[in-house]
């Protein structure tokens, strides 16, 4: 995740998108996580290359806000990139907004 520097070179909170990455898949990939501030899933893989899940649940709600990710992407390089990605840190679909943050990143 990366973060951006304010006037005054405070450290801003971190944003929502990542990249764009070079992936062997898909090519340049924009990462949108819509969880954000902490890892949160509803399993427990051994191999998860997050490590320890700081939330495990089958919860689902909203972790950011759409208003915080479709601002983040906006100000994003999303032009260089051939897809977005939704990841990050955990699980995207426990994210209740999930849909609402597709519908109008396509816009």
Not at 29 to 55: E, K
Not at 56 to 69: A, D, P
Not at 76 to 102: H, K, Q
């Amino acid at each position: 995740m990366t973060t951006a520097l304010e006037s005054g070179s405070e450290m801003s909170t971190p944003s929502t998108v990542y990249g764009p990455v070079d992936s062997w898949r898909v090519g340049r990939s924009l990462g949108v996580d819509l969880l954000c501030d902490t890892s949160v899933c509803s399993f427990r893989c051994v191999y998860c290359q997050l490590g320890a899940i700081n939330l495990h649940t089958s919860e689902r709600r909203v972790y950011v806000k759409t208003e915080r990710v479709l601002a983040d992407l906006e100000a994003s390089r999303w032009r260089e990139a051939d897809v977005i990605t939704l990841s990050g840190s955990g699980e995207p679909t426990l994210a209740a907004n999930l849909g609402e943050v597709i519908r109008a990143s396509r816009r």
